[in-house]
């Protein structure tokens, strides 16, 4: 573990009025800085690891705040380093003032992530479980979080290191073989080692297959209420909210832009957006909002169709048909609105409801919710992201040579080629190689005390 002389500090809670605050400090002097401006029954730099202090905060021969100081020595710390943890009260003068003091006494701000950042090249971390770490943070359902949580204690690295320990095992057996090429000794056989292949190359490609599922775990559910002018999407969409939030006109194209919303159902979050009516016109602003539409619906995971029921209930089919072949990876609900005008009450195939009523808003929310359930299922402690599934489909194209090159009756040395890209890939999924650009993306996704 590696000691930095450059020594950081930040706000690691939420700024604004609270209770509490945390402010977090890291690197070789941490306990030094502390000691200039804390006064307490003892020093910083003579406590023992993990061991809390309390005391006053001082600047400048002036008390700030009362404040504890956590304590938590190097290796045995979230970043390897020597870290001090200040608790003081709450507000934004008073944490303002202390972080200035630290710096005064030699600290420097930390940049976004930085102090994870520190984690990694320390090794505390790999870099799964860093992303992990901004999954936590990120995550907008219980499910998500969880698997997460799951991820940073280590279930994700731990299923990669098994395949690199299969890989590794194959590949020094087929390095083997060509000591002994004089002899003809084949020390794989190769229908176990096509099986074996086979069957990991299978498991990355159920694995690689779950990112969509696993961004609606990470970032919540999309939804785009859609419809003609005056079908009721304004009033279906404060109904789901069970509040006004969008204006209601008997007036068509009312709704300009797109109003964005979350509702929370059985742990999952749901957006929903509230679009522009599509049709027709030449109003410039009322196009400027249907063209917002067409953006919000590609990257909605479901597209609502609202009708206007007492208008017939095949009022809107056609618009549905269009965009279900237009946004055919999305998935489509047509809902029959404003049933509480129909007079013929047989039902159809649709969802039917009554913004206006209330009827039938429950079953609108059930089928959302089943939906949402549908892609919200994790392949246990995994929640993929951009850059592990692409590494895994590699990954698996790798594998796939492999298992061509058998079928061509390639030599030993040539398949353990693949195998070795296999191998180098997963230990960029881990941050076992890395180079800078990769972890810039990785870290900017981090806030400033994290």
């Known amino acids: 573990m590696s000691t930095s002389a450059d020594t950081i500090c930040a706000l690691a809670t939420p700024p604004g009025v609270a209770g509490l605050a945390v402010i977090r400090l890291s690197g070789g002097r941490a306990f030094e800085i502390c000691d200039h401006v804390f006064e307490g029954s003892q020093k910083v730099c003579a406590a023992h690891s993990h061991k809390i202090l309390y005391g006053w905060f001082t600047c400048r021969g002036v008390r700030i705040d009362s404040v504890t100081v956590s304590v938590y020595r190097a290796p045995s710390s979230y970043t390897g380093e020597d870290v001090a943890e200040i608790g003081c009260h709450g507000g934004v003068f008073v944490t303002e003032q202390i972080i200035d003091a630290l710096v005064e006494q030699g600290a420097r701000y930390a940049t976004p992530g930085e102090f994870t950042k520190r984690a990694f090249l320390n090794h505390k971390l790999d ?9 936590i943070i990120h995550a907008e359902t219980r499910v998500g979080a969880q698997t997460a949580a799951r991820q940073l204690s280590g279930g994700f690295t731990t299923k990669m290191s098994a395949v690199r320990e299969q890989l590794l095992q194959i590949i020094g057996l087929l390095e083997l073989e060509l000591d002994f090429s004089e002899e003809d000794v084949e020390f794989v056989d190769r229908t176990g080692l096509r099986s074996l292949v086979q069957s990991l190359c299978d498991d990355v ?9 696993d961004q609606v775990l990470r970032s919540g559910y999309h939804v785009a209420v859609v419809g003609f002018p005056n079908a009721g999407k304004s009033s279906l969409f404060n109904a789901l909210l069970d509040r006004s939030r969008a204006i209601v006109s008997a007036v068509a194209g009312t709704t300009r ?3 964005h919303e979350t509702i929370i159902i059985d742990g999952y979050s749901i957006h929903l957006v509230d679009t522009a009516g599509l049709r027709d016109s030449n109003d410039l602003i009322e196009l400027e909002g249907i063209s917002l539409t067409a953006s919000v619906m590609q990257e909605s995971n479901l597209i609502l169709v609202v009708n206007d029921a007492s208008l017939g209930r095949d ?9 279900l072949a237009v946004y055919p990876e999305s998935k489509h609900i047509y809902v029959d609105n404003k049933i509480d005008l129909v007079h013929d009450v047989e039902p159809g195939d649709s969802l039917e409801c009554s913004a206006n009523t209330g009827a039938g808003i429950d079953d609108v929310k059930r089928a959302l919710v089943d939906l949402v359930r549908e892609h919200g ?5 995994v929640l993929l992201n951009a850059r592990q599934a692409m590494l895994l489909q590699n990954i698996a194209n790798s594998l796939r040579s492999c298992l061509a090159g058998m079928d061509s009756q390639l030599s030993s040395d040539l ?5 070795r ?3 180098r890939l997963l230990g960029e999924i881990s941050g076992e190689t890395w180079n800078p650009d990769v972890l810039e993306t990785v870290f900017s996704r981090f806030c400033i005390g994290k």
């Open 127 to 135: 870099l799964t479980q860093v992303e992990a770490v901004a999954d």
């Open 205 to 213: 490609d159920r694995l690689a297959a779950h990112v969509k599922q």
């Open 257 to 259: 832009d797109y109003l």
């Open 315 to 323: 009022h809107s089919k056609s618009l549905f048909n269009q965009l």
């Open 377 to 381: 299922v994790a392949p246990g402690d």
């Open 415 to 419: 398949l353990a080629v693949d195998l």
């Open 421 to 423: 890209t296999c191998i």
